[in-house]
């Protein structure tokens, strides 16, 4: 069985500050790593994904994250911050083809002006 | 349609009723999902529906929750003899065959169990 832990329910950032959201996984077989947003009573959207290949994978809106298999992380990473990207943040694992993914418990990002 | 759509957005409803959410997910995805969100939580898997495989139930809180799909459309989650912990935030989702394929979510119905 595979799980998530993202560190920190609350990040909070100045506007044009790096952003750092953290998330480690723990899996028997390489999983595929995602990270997903959520605007306010909206669904989840993609950010970006890692499944195979290049361990630095660039998303939307200048996300990237990097597959660091030795720490079991999957860190978030954007920098420099913008008000448009206060929302809430969640890592997601899956292994083999059933997609079946598990969700951290979500980050919440605050953008201070 | 371009993208997961789910009916009522917003569902309240007296405990001991019996609700039924709808999802329409996209045209040709093989898979889907339901989850739910409390409120400042993530989301917990419920159900998973492939194609004509039997659909996978392990997420499923109680026999009071179930879900069926017809075919590769539309799903519907009916919750039986509602209680107040039911009150949560449905996501439906639904992606290609491939795992390693995005999920799209729907917005959600946000249910409230008076």
């Known amino acids: 069985a595979q799980s998530v832990t993202q560190l920190g329910s609350h990040v909070s950032v100045s506007e044009g500050a790096l952003v750092l959201l953290r998330c480690n996984y723990s899996s028997s077989v390489p999983p595929y790593l995602f990270w997903y947003v959520q605007y306010p009573n909206q669904g989840l959207q993609l950010l970006l994904k890692?499944?195979?290949?290049?361990?630095l994978v660039k998303g939307i809106n200048g996300f990237e994250a990097e597959f660091k298999k030795s720490e079991t992380s999957f860190h978030l990473t954007k920098p420099s911050a913008h008000m448009s990207d206060a929302a809430e943040y969640f890592c997601a694992v899956s292994v083999g083809n059933a997609g079946k993914s598990t969700f951290g418990d979500g980050t919440t990002l605050t953008v201070k002006p | 349609g371009a993208g997961v759509s789910q009916s009522p957005s917003n569902k309240v409803t007296e405990k001991g009723k019996d609700v039924e959410l709808r999802c329409d997910p996209i045209?040709?995805?093989?898979?889907l999902y339901w989850y739910r969100q409390r409120l400042g939580q993530g989301l917990e898997f419920l159900i998973y529906?492939?194609?004509?495989?039997?659909?996978?139930k392990s997420g499923l809180p109680s026999d009071r929750f179930s879900a069926e799909r017809t075919g590769e459309s539309v799903s519907t989650l009916t919750i039986q003899r509602t209680q107040q912990e039911d009150s949560a935030v449905y996501l439906c989702?639904?992606?290609?065959?491939?795992?390693?394929?995005?999920?799209?979510f729907g917005p959600g119905t946000r249910l409230t169990v008076l």
């Open positions: 989702a639904s992606r290609r065959p491939s795992g390693t394929d995005t999920q799209y």
């Open positions: 045209s040709g995805h093989t898979a």
């Open positions: 529906f492939q194609g004509n495989s039997a659909p996978d």
């Open positions: 890692y499944t195979t290949g290049a361990t």
